[in-house]
């Protein structure tokens, strides 16, 4: 039986882990963390938002999609103090999908994030992705496969301007 070092080994191995993009910005010191501003994602309602406890700069959202209130979105973000956290922690988010292995979003025309990983059908109703040091999950959460790239790429574009 492998050792956790092991199975994460051959994890990185299956995800090229190791060809992955350099993220696009370091957190610089003294700038507040990331912070997604609901309010900001024009089209979508905020329906309320949990930390985790114990877990510093990381919390939950939850959102319904105005044109479709039966819509409901499930947005975990986390922000690392590094790069190489937040790719580690994208790893284990991975490691977590009962797939033995996700595509690339782009395999889907999907350009979020520096990385972002996708289902394997036609309607991506799920998106993981990393921008700088902000890992970032949107889920579609309505019991049926629905996109979820519009939320996807707003929450991104949030990430960018605070980067500037």
Known sequence: MPTMEEFREMAKRNYNFYSWPPLTSAAVPG???FLLDPLRLEGY??????AFPGVANAWRDRFAQDAY????YMVTVHVHGTHA????AMLDALNLSMSPRL????EAGIQVGDICFAGHGA?????LFARGTV????????GREYPVED????IDNQILESLR
């Open 69 to 72: 209130p039966d819509l409901f």
């Open 31 to 33: 700038r507040r963390p």
């Open 103 to 106: 595509p690339r979003s782009e």
């Open 123 to 127: 309607v991506q109703s799920r998106l």
């Open 45 to 50: 309602t905020h329906l309320g938002r949990e």
């Open 151 to 154: 939320l996807a790429y707003k």
């Open 135 to 142: 890992l970032v999950d949107v889920c579609a959460m309505s």
């Open 85 to 88: 956290e937040t790719h580690d």
